[in-house]
């Protein structure tokens, strides 16, 4: 357990805390929406501060990042918790637990130890992930600063759901992100996840503008996100506020694994290739069919002679570019190399 960084004190012992946009305002002994941030004598702590529940080593593209350090290996680190509720949400047993009972589970690993195992296994970055690292914002952010220190490259995977504060902290140290933009729909973030969209868009472009290595990733959940509109809102923004060069990746809905969504169906090809084909369309140069292993929709191509240059298969890939070049044409490809 540890105070929480970012958060206000009220009146009568009430907090304010100020880490996602819920901006949750607590009395003695409550909760906060994440589950894991507790008003306890007027004072806000994190109830899952140096506890991982996931401590792994990962592919790159497991995150999934394909234009950051493609083909190596990263150190993967959760902790239980999550500001969201997503009825689709395929970590729910780590992610829900903590909001319906009063233990947080979780092995004891320090940010040292963190460090440790990241030099032990010669890995070049650190992920923050499983569930969303705002949810163990002060573990997470303990963590980087070291990394940062021993060379190692800081990775967070999620839903953006963060606070001019909280991003004024993590920036400095971030290197990558990946971001859920899990639909254009101010309803569907109400309904399904518990949240609001505007928060995910703002973090977003400021993440660009901060010269953080960007990709966006969309579940294409069946009668829910997956409408042409929402796939052409969606490109529009990437397009226009994040640059045609951001990596999207569209990933197929599996409801054997959700939370609540048992009754959907997968998604279908015909969804996936027309939302890439849309995407296409509107300008994006890097679009891709995630959960859909082997299929030509997970390969990078040259943009100008369009010969292959990154091929997947599930999160093994064969690199056919040179240093980050065509070798036919020499066109670049915009990736970030180690």
């Not at 309904?191 to 990709?215: D, F, H, Q, Y």
């Not at 829910?224 to 990596?247: Q, W």
């Not at 010969?307 to 064969?318: E, H, M, N, Q, V």
């Amino acid at each position: 357990m540890k105070e929480t960084y970012l958060y206000k004190k009220l009146e009568n012992r009430k907090v304010q805390c100020v880490t996602c946009a819920h901006f949750c305002s607590l009395s003695e002994k409550e909760k906060g929406k994440c589950g894991v941030r507790k008003n306890i004598d007027g004072n806000l702590y994190s109830l899952n501060y140096q506890k991982a529940v996931a401590l792994n080593i990962d592919p790159i593209e497991k995150k999934p990042f394909f234009h950051f350090f493609p083909g190596s290996l990263s150190l993967s680190v959760g902790s239980a918790g999550c500001a969201f509720s997503c009825k689709n949400c395929q970590n729910w047993e780590i992610s829900q637990r903590p909001k319906t009972t009063e233990d947080v589970e979780g092995e004891e690993v320090s940010p040292e130890k963190i460090i440790e195992t990241a030099k032990k296994y010669r890995v070049p970055s650190i992920s923050y992930t499983y569930t969303d690292p705002l949810a163990f914002f002060e573990y997470a952010l303990d963590t980087m600063k070291i990394a940062k220190k021993g060379g190692f490259k800081n990775c967070f995977v999620s839903h953006g759901f963060m606070t001019p504060e909280s991003r004024k902290e993590i920036i400095p140290h971030l290197d990558a992100i990946n971001i859920d933009i899990k639909s254009f729909s101010e309803k569907f973030y109400q309904e399904n996840c518990g949240a609001r969209l505007n928060p995910v868009l703002e973090t977003a472009e400021i993440m660009k503008k901060s010269n953080i290595w960007v990709e966006i990733t969309t579940l294409a959940i069946p009668t829910l996100s997956d409408s042409e509109k929402m796939f052409e809102d969606i490109a529009d923004f990437i397009y226009n506020k994040l640059g045609p060069e951001t990596p999207w990746h569209i990933s197929r809905f599996s409801g054997k694994i959700s939370w609540k969504l048992n009754h959907l169906p997968e998604t279908p090809q015909e969804t996936m290739e027309k939302a890439y084909k849309i995407a296409k369309r509107k300008g994006l140069k890097y679009v891709y069919a995630g959960n859909f292993s082997g299929h030509r929709l997970e390969t990078t191509y040259c943009l100008k002679c369009n010969t292959p240059l990154i091929a997947r298969t599930g999160y093994s890939i064969d690199r056919y570019d040179e240093r980050g070049a065509c070798p036919k044409c020499q066109a670049p490809l915009e990736i970030v190399l180690e």
